[in-house]
């Protein structure tokens, strides 16, 4: 049998332990290993060429064989043939027969300007720049220099539309895709 003084002792041992905040259990972590320092070797420096080394000679070698420089070879992997001067020189056409075309397309476009009263000689050239197709056709055309007066301008844009589509070389179309040509008033 218990006694009342050791029961009492239990009931109190008991009633403590229910009181007791359980604590969590703290995982220990394992230290980390430690990196072990890296030795680092130096370079050793390079050894000099030895000058005493042979050549390598080709069994066929002539040393008294004109040496051929590279730009004489022939290049392999080209695959067209150079043009002739003479197709050169069909495609491409003299300062008069330029000048020709010009003032073609410049009478055209005289022939459909309408050009309003009130100008007089004092009044500046307008300067236009027109993109041409292959085939004549206008692609786009604008005033790089005006003459001070927008009537005017817009007159000559007009003249120039409705004279398109002009007379070009179709061999030479690359002469003549964009044009600046200064219009002068009649």
């Known amino acids: 049998m218990i006694t009342?003084?050791?029961?009492?002792?239990?009931q109190h041992r008991a009633h403590k332990t229910h009181k007791?905040?359980?604590k969590p259990i703290k995982r220990v972590q394992k230290p980390k290993p430690k990196?072990?320092?890296?030795?680092?070797?130096?370079a050793k420096p390079k050894k000099a060429k030895s000058v005493t080394k042979k050549a390598k000679v080709e069994p066929d070698f002539d040393p008294f064989a004109p040496i051929q420089s590279n730009s004489n070879k022939i290049n392999k992997t080209r695959t067209k043939p150079k043009?002739?001067?003479a197709d050169i020189m069909g495609k491409q056409l003299s300062t008069q027969?330029?000048?020709?075309?010009?003032?073609?397309?410049?009478?055209?476009?005289?022939s459909h300007w309408k050009v309003p009263g009130g100008i007089n000689e004092k009044t500046p050239d307008p300067l236009v720049e027109m993109i041409l197709q292959r085939n004549g056709q206008l692609l786009s055309v604008r005033i790089l220099e005006s003459s001070g007066n927008s009537t005017l301008d817009q007159t000559l844009i007009a003249a120039?539309?409705?004279a398109a589509p002009f007379n070009i070389p179709v061999k030479q179309f690359e002469s003549f895709r964009s044009n600046r040509i200064r219009f002068h008033p009649l």
């Open 160 to 162: 120039i539309r409705a």
């Open 97 to 110: 027969e330029i000048d020709r075309y010009i003032a073609m397309m410049q009478a055209a476009v005289q």
């Open 20 to 22: 007791k905040k359980v």
């Open 35 to 42: 990196k072990k320092p890296v030795l680092k070797l130096k």
């Open 4 to 10: 009342a003084q050791a029961l009492k002792n239990l």
């Open 83 to 85: 043009p002739d001067m």
